[in-house]
């Protein structure tokens, strides 16, 4: 009786760690599909396309929701994927404020989230929290030793009255007063507002050298044009959330000879041999145009894309520490990503570490101008 339990005893022990081992990994995405930020969600949801079906040896299953560029939406979505989806990882949003709500929920819930947002958390909430897109200060900074180099002494600012506008106002203002510029204008709009008429009217008034503004996708035309409509002629500057095709669609001519600071996925081509994203970014936008079109490259969608790229990283790691869909892999991914020691992805090498969440360096940015309605390197 003895032997004929042994085997079968272990016939079974056999089948379920087979059944164990094939366990999917579930990652919840959460994005702006609809509404206001849509053209930035779309772009990632494209790059989060591009994902194969296995990682790390298992079956990869995705749940793609739309926040609909709410907070509100984001933070419903968030509690789902906790709830009743189980996911190992949440991946969200491109939309700044949906991103912060999202942040909550992960905490909360204990699960790594990679934001395709730069969003800015205090100090203590950002525990769960790992951003894939370029820190607001570190591309501020390259567009303020811009402005330094280009004699530039005084700027306004017109940006979004949401997390977004209030982060890159806060950074922006603390290293241009260090950089010795002077701010003599700032006026906010909100992301669903039709006409910037009024607060164009008084950047231009206040009449600074550079004019700053705080938009992303197809936010950031109309400031644009508003500010050249009022007769402007200085210096426009755009952050990197409006690095996409929507500007140029929309700005027209009007946006021509604008610097916009952008993450590397934009324009590899300008990138050295030498840099580590080179060949990944190079090889990134091909697909993606192959894929979508010719000229509808764009950071988002490579957001979309790293996010694989982290957890492709991660995972074999926190496999050998614990399977999915439990509490032990959450916290195994958050570990491995804190103790990766440096992962490259199309827009740099991110090097997190536990009190690191961002993890990309001066080398992940690229500075950008319009020609003729094509992007070029600035100089």
């Given at each position: 009786?003895?032997?004929?339990?042994?085997?079968?005893?272990?016939?079974?022990?056999?089948?379920?760690?087979?059944?164990?081992?094939?366990?999917?990994?579930?990652?919840?995405?959460?994005?702006?599909?609809?509404g206001p930020a849509s053209g930035l969600?779309?772009?990632?949801?494209?790059?989060?396309?591009?994902?194969?079906?296995?990682?790390?040896?298992?079956?990869?299953?995705?749940?793609?929701?739309?926040?609909?560029?709410?907070?509100?939406?984001?933070?419903?979505?968030?509690?789902?994927?906790?709830?009743?989806?189980?996911?190992?990882?949440?991946?969200?949003?491109?939309?700044?404020?949906?991103?912060?709500?999202?942040?909550?929920?992960?905490?909360?819930?204990?699960?790594?989230q990679i934001s395709t947002s730069p969003?800015?958390?205090?100090?203590?909430?950002?525990?769960?929290?790992?951003?894939?897109?370029?820190?607001?200060?570190?591309?501020?900074?390259?567009?303020?030793?811009?402005?330094?180099?280009?004699?530039?002494?005084?700027?306004?600012?017109?940006?979004?009255?949401?997390?977004?506008?209030?982060?890159?106002?806060?950074?922006?203002?603390?290293?241009a007063e260090k950089a010795g510029l002077?701010?003599?204008?700032?006026?906010?709009?909100?992301?669903?507002?039709?006409?910037?008429?009024?607060?164009?009217?008084?950047?231009?008034?206040?009449?600074?050298?550079?004019?700053?503004?705080?938009?992303?996708?197809?936010?950031?035309?109309?400031?644009?044009?508003?500010?050249?409509?009022?007769?402007?002629?200085?210096?426009?500057?755009?952050?990197?959330?409006?690095?996409?095709?929507?500007?140029?669609?929309?700005?027209?001519?009007?946006?021509?000879?604008?610097?916009?600071?952008?993450?590397?996925?934009?324009?590899?081509?300008?990138?050295?041999?030498?840099?580590?994203?080179?060949?990944?970014?190079?090889?990134?936008?091909?697909?993606?145009?192959?894929?979508?079109?010719?000229?509808?490259?764009?950071?988002?969608?490579?957001?979309?894309?790293?996010?694989?790229?982290?957890?492709?990283?991660?995972?074999?790691?926190?496999?050998?520490?614990?399977?999915?869909?439990?509490?032990?892999?959450?916290?195994?991914?958050?570990?491995?990503?804190?103790?990766?020691?440096?992962?490259?992805?199309?827009?740099?090498?991110?090097?997190?570490?536990?009190?690191?969440?961002?993890?990309?360096?001066?080398?992940?940015?690229?500075?950008?101008?319009?020609?003729?309605?094509?992007?070029?390197?600035?100089?």
């Amino acid at each position: 009786m003895k032997r004929s339990i042994r085997p079968l005893f272990a016939m079974l022990l056999s089948t379920v760690a087979f059944g164990t081992a094939r366990a999917e990994i579930t990652i919840g995405v959460s994005l702006p599909l609809t509404g206001p930020a849509s053209g930035l969600g779309i772009p990632t949801r494209n790059g989060i396309s591009m994902w194969p079906d296995i990682i790390a040896g298992e079956k990869l299953k995705l749940i793609i929701l739309d926040d609909a560029s709410d907070p509100t939406q984001s933070a419903k979505n968030g509690h789902r994927f906790i709830t009743e989806d189980k996911v190992d990882a949440i991946v969200g949003s491109t939309a700044t404020p949906a991103s912060l709500a999202l942040s909550a929920v992960a905490q909360e819930g204990r699960t790594v989230q990679i934001s395709t947002s730069p969003v800015e958390l205090p100090e203590g909430k950002d525990v769960w929290t790992f951003r894939v897109a370029q820190s607001t200060a570190l591309m501020a900074s390259a567009l303020v030793e811009h402005m330094k180099k280009h004699g530039i002494k005084t700027y306004a600012y017109l940006g979004y009255s949401d997390a977004y506008g209030e982060a890159w106002l806060k950074s922006f203002d603390a290293l241009a007063e260090k950089a010795g510029l002077t701010s003599v204008a700032t006026e906010r709009f909100a992301r669903s507002d039709t006409s910037v008429t009024a607060q164009s009217l008084k950047v231009t008034m206040a009449h600074p050298d550079a004019i700053l503004i705080g938009a992303s996708g197809s936010g950031s035309a109309m400031p644009h044009k508003a500010i050249v409509e009022r007769g402007y002629k200085g210096k426009i500057y755009q952050t990197h959330g409006a690095a996409s095709r929507d500007l140029i669609r929309l700005g027209g001519k009007d946006v021509d000879g604008s610097i916009v600071v952008a993450g590397l996925a934009v324009m590899p081509e300008a990138l050295p041999v030498s840099h580590p994203s080179k060949k990944l970014a190079t090889e990134f936008v091909e697909r993606y145009e192959q894929q979508f079109g010719a000229g509808t490259r764009n950071q988002f969608s490579a957001h979309g894309y790293d996010a694989y790229l982290l957890l492709q990283a991660a995972a074999p790691v926190a496999l050998k520490k614990a399977r999915p869909g439990t509490a032990e892999f959450r916290a195994a991914l958050k570990d491995a990503l804190e103790n990766s020691k440096g992962i490259t992805i199309t827009q740099g090498v991110i090097r997190y570490s536990a009190k690191d969440h961002w993890g990309l360096e001066d080398n992940a940015r690229v500075l950008l101008t319009i020609e003729n309605g094509e992007w070029k390197a600035a100089n």
